[in-house]
Nanobody
Framework: QVSLVESGGGLVQAGGSLRLSCVST????????MAWYRQAPGKQREMVAT???????NYSDSVKGRFIIGRNNVESTVYLEMNNLKAEDTGTYYC?????????WGQGTQVTVSS
């Protein structure tokens, strides 16, 4: 059974940093494209950052230059380093694994940025 478990969320002041982690079990991590999405209250879920199996990364314009996504295939973990956080970064952050149209989601971790 596939499981994605996020951690690292919390309350932080604007300008601060957080590091999110997502540990996966039950899938061959190295062959999955990984991503972080977020959903703010009253808004649709949006892509934040992606990292392919060849480690090609992509970021939404709103986080480019502030967030860094990485992966550790040995530990089956994807990370999201978030710097210079802003109030608009507040939301629930979800880990996503995708391969040939099959997707798995974590339960999410809450990030709250106070201004």
């Amino acid at each position: 059974q596939v499981s994605l478990v996020e951690s690292g969320g919390g309350l932080v002041q604007a300008g601060g940093s957080l590091r999110l982690s997502c540990v996966s079990t039950g899938l061959t991590f190295s062959i999955y494209n990984m991503a972080w999405y977020r959903q703010a209250p009253g808004k649709q879920r949006e892509m934040v950052a992606t990292i392919s199996i060849t480690r090609i990364t992509n970021y939404s314009d709103s986080v480019k230059g502030r967030f860094i996504i990485g992966r550790n295939n040995v530990e089956s973990t994807v990370y999201l380093e978030m710097n210079n956080l802003k109030a608009e970064d507040t939301g629930t952050y979800y880990c996503n694994a995708e391969r040939t149209g099959t997707q798995y989601w974590g339960q999410g971790t809450q990030v709250t940025v106070s201004s």
